[in-house]
């Protein structure tokens, strides 16, 4: 859109748990519109998720959101051009992009697993994220590493 901002869509909240942020997980994990599949997927690895960390005492909703929480970046690196030179800028996040980027780590190294079906592999990346480790964990280190190392070029933000 060339001149006005494209208006934020309301998403419902979801029927089981009343969450938005569940419903905007299910939407990313969905392939090929198949909506109910995917919250079938996502109730079962919370399921599972529930039988891993019974020690732990929280509720598996609880135990996702934290995980989400422990992926998510603070700072990423954008390229940028300055004088010919392609420098890697770290910059912010702001808080919608941060969300939707743990969200699709979350997922993609999911799918990346190895495993029997799309809820164990979910379920074992949900609670990989809890105990701070995992792909998604370990690409969030590394993006806050890279932010780090380019430091020096952070007067160069846009």
């Known amino acids: 859109m060339r001149k006005s ?3 934020k869509r309301i ?5 089981k748990f009343n969450d938005v942020l569940v419903t905007r997980f299910v939407n990313d994990l969905m392939v090929d519109g198949k909506k109910n599949l995917s919250f079938k997927i996502f109730y079962a690895a919370l399921d599972i998720v529930k ?3 019974e020690k ?7 135990v996702w959101k ?3 929480e422990n992926i998510t970046p603070a700072v990423e690196v954008k390229s940028r051009r300055v004088g010919g030179a392609t420098f890697q800028v770290p910059m912010e ?3 919608e992009r941060k969300v939707s980027i743990s969200i699709k780590n979350m997922i993609l190294f999911a799918r990346k697993r190895s495993g029997k079906s799309m809820a164990d592999k979910l379920a074992a990346e949900i609670v990989a994220g809890f105990n701070e480790e995992g792909g998604a964990y ?3 280190e590394d993006t806050h590493r890279m932010a ?3 430091r020096a070029f952070a007067h160069f933000r846009f």
Do not use: F, H, Q, V
């Open 66 to 68: 934290k995980s989400l």
């Open 56 to 62: 732990t005492g929280k509720s598996p909703i609880e």
């Open 148 to 150: 780090e190392a380019n």
């Open 51 to 53: 039988e891993k960390t």
């Open 138 to 140: 370990k690409k969030k």
């Open 5 to 7: 901002r494209p208006k």
């Open 11 to 15: 998403l419902l909240p979801d029927p």
């Open 93 to 95: 996040i702001r808080p």
